[in-house]
């Protein structure tokens, strides 16, 4: 499957039948099929993909193990073409993008958990290992620009379908092809203790949030989905004793149905939750019951997407210059916000 640009299409190819789907019938529960009259010499297809600038159509032929230049309607080339890739003999290739941005061919070696760039020849250009991205099952690659809203506009990314596995769902990686330095550290984390706070009563299953509260000498948990369980008791905000004993419980659901991070500022009190479904972070007080997650809490809430966030899932507080610290799950980054 592989989207050709120049005449806003889907096209599917499977032995020898090529099929096409034009864009704007894509989201029909049954959109009309075009049959394509080609001859595709192509045994075993792995991958497709089409060049946005020519609109040539190229397929990965995984019998040869050689890049197919097809013929389509637009008549050029009128017959195919093929391109060796002699460094991939004998190996087995899924999977063909090509990068807009340098107009090389990837394909992938899965066994070998390779990318491989190549120029229109065939010659290799550049070798990446994919082994640290956990890829279970490659199915089919391509290009397109970052889902990070605080990158370059023009930055492209590799998005790679992976089918997963017995034990691994399917999913879609989005990932660079700049080499990542790994980290070294001397430092071993030594596991103290676990606590099972879907075992409290009543129950946190899904604690997204974790912060805090030094006076109290309390761990507040803030639980992101237990209100669309069964077992939900008007309950989503828990503080447990460093022991894992449930010493009081709150609610956010009247503002908040998705607290997804906590932090916590002891010199004034404020709690700070992120909601990733709203795009805020609440600051919030006790009110006179000196409880937090109760009607009676002084409230108020920043809208982090105007700086680039479009998923708050974290929130924190720098001690030494008090700015508020939500991540985003998205952008995959941190934003100091001066409250």
């Known amino acids: 499957l592989a989207f050709d640009p120049a005449r806003d299409r889907l096209v599917a190819l499977e032995g020898g039948d090529a099929l096409a789907v034009a864009d704007a019938d894509v989201s029909a529960r049954q959109p009309a099929t075009t049959r394509i009259d080609t001859d595709v010499p192509v045994g075993d297809a792995r991958g497709?993909?089409?060049?946005?600038?020519t609109g040539a159509w190229f397929v990965l032929d995984g019998?040869?193990?050689?890049?197919?230049?097809?013929?389509?309607?637009?008549?050029?080339p009128r017959s195919p073409g093929r391109i060796a890739l002699p460094t991939l003999s004998g190996q087995r290739v899924q999977g063909l993008a090509l990068n807009p941005r340098d107009g090389l061919f990837y394909v992938a070696t899965p066994d070998a958990g390779l990318l491989y760039a190549f120029d229109?020849?065939?010659?290799?250009?550049?070798?990446?290992?994919?082994?640290?991205?956990?890829?279970?099952?490659?199915?089919?690659?391509a290009f397109a620009p970052s889902a990070d809203p605080t990158d370059d506009p023009e930055a492209v990314h590799l998005y790679i379908a992976d089918a997963g596995d017995a034990t691994t769902l399917g999913r879609v990686v989005e990932t660079t092809l700049t080499a990542q330095a790994a980290v070294a550290s001397s430092d071993a984390a030594t596991l103290v203790q676990t606590l099972h706070v879907s075992q409290l009563n009543p129950p946190s299953p899904d604690p997204g949030g974790i912060t805090y509260m030094p006076a109290?000498?309390?761990?507040?948990?803030?639980?992101?989905?237990?209100?669309e369980m069964p077992i939900f008791q008007g309950v989503n905000l828990f503080q447990i004793t460093r022991g894992g004993q449930l010493a009081d419980t709150g609610v956010t659901t009247p503002y908040s149905n998705e607290p997804a991070g906590a932090g916590f500022n002891p010199a004034?009190?404020?709690?700070?939750?992120?909601?990733?479904?709203?795009?805020?972070?609440?600051?919030?007080?006790?009110?006179?019951?000196g409880r937090y997650g109760t009607p009676d809490d002084p409230r108020t809430s920043i809208n982090t997407t105007p700086f680039g966030s479009p998923d708050a899932e974290g929130?924190?507080?720098?001690?030494?210059?008090g700015h508020g610290l939500p991540a985003d799950g998205v952008a995959r980054g941190m934003y100091g916000v001066d409250p």
Do not use: W
Not at 63 to 76: K, L, S
Not at 216 to 227: K, M, Y
């Open 63 to 76: 019998g040869t193990g050689t890049i197919v230049r097809a013929p389509t309607a637009a008549g050029a």
């Open 268 to 289: 004034d009190g404020t709690l700070f939750l992120s909601d990733d479904n709203l795009n805020r972070v609440f600051a919030v007080r006790p009110g006179p019951d």
């Open 315 to 321: 929130g924190e507080r720098d001690p030494a210059t």
């Open 216 to 227: 109290a000498d309390r761990l507040l948990l803030a639980d992101s989905e237990v209100e």
């Open 120 to 141: 229109h020849s065939g010659t290799t250009k550049a070798t990446y290992s994919l082994t640290s991205l956990d890829v279970r099952d490659l199915r089919a690659m």
């Open 48 to 53: 497709a993909t089409f060049d946005p600038a």
